[in-house]
Nanobody, 126 residues
Framework: QVQVVESGGDSVQAGGSLRLSCTVS??????????VGWFRQAPGKEREGVSC????????YYADSVKGRFTVSQDSAQNTLALEMNNLKPEDTAMYYC?????????????????WGQGTQVTVSS
């Protein structure tokens, strides 16, 4: 059974930084072959793609709203994914979700991802 567990969410002031972590276990294949990503969902809004890391080449993708501020990274030996978030803004406030494994379609589409965590809350105050 696949388990995806996020951590690191917190409340910070605008301009601050946070590092989110995600641990994935129970995948059928080696963690390093799966695309992994981060999504977020603010109250009353749809879940949106934040970042994607495609293995094994390590290609990364970001939503325009976070480019230059967020960095996604992967530690295949530890089966973990991280999201470094800098210069946080109030509009970054949301529940952040880690996702693994895709079956086609654009990475920003929620329906294309196979495995999800329960989320970790990020709140940015002005």
């Amino acid at each position: 059974q696949v388990q995806v567990v996020e951590s690191g969410g917190d409340s910070v002031q605008a301009g601050g930084s946070l590092r989110l972590s995600c641990t994935v276990s129970g995948l059928p294949l080696d963690f390093s072959v799966y695309p992994v990503g981060w999504f977020r969902q603010a109250p009353g809004k749809e879940r949106e793609g934040v970042s994607c890391l495609r293995s094994p080449e390590g290609t990364t993708y970001y939503a325009d709203s976070v480019k230059g501020r967020f960095t996604v990274s992967q530690d295949s030996a530890q089966n973990t994914l991280a999201l470094e978030m800098n210069n946080l803004k109030p509009e970054d406030t949301a529940m952040y979700y880690c996702a693994a494994g895709r079956h086609g379609g654009h990475w920003t589409r929620r329906a294309t991802w196979d495995y999800w965590g329960q989320g970790t809350q990020v709140t940015v105050s002005s």
